[in-house]
């Protein structure tokens, strides 16, 4: 794969949206952790949501990937660091590595399996012009600046690397 020299890497770029919007709209209320992830789940067709994923990765390397991202575009308010997971990094719950994150994995159980049950039965209540707009962000953001950048589109959405032009 060749691409031009940009901050951070395509997908670490690309995955900013996807994250941010999602953090957006847990500070906004629109909705909790576990019906915004299976909507992206069910809905966008990504293999985790954003807490699932960010729990997984750990708070603390995706908080400085997002303020490493955010000071090499000086301070594009695209890429602006959420004060959600700083609180998580401040209080050490850094996801599955520390027991506590978005879910607790302190007693072993996968957290995937409680969401989507109890995530479907709020969809009723989740505005669908709030799912919309995240799948929107995150699928433009997929699909129009990973383009921009390289020599290849990153569907990071689809977890998979497709040429865009010869």
Known sequence: MHTRSTPGFI?????????????????????????????????????????????????????AVTCSVFDAYYQDTRFLPSLIQKELVDGGRLGRKSGQGFYSYAQGVEPRKRLKSAAMRKSRSVPWKATSVLLKVCSHACMNKASRSSSVMVKACCGSVTPCWP
């Open 11 to 63: 997908v670490n770029r690309v995955a900013r949206p996807f994250y941010a919007e999602s953090l957006r709209m847990l500070q906004e209320g629109a909705a909790d952790c576990p019906t915004l992830d299976v909507l992206m789940r069910e809905a966008g067709g990504f293999a985790m949501g954003a807490f699932e994923l960010t729990d997984l990765i750990g708070h603390d390397v995706n908080y």
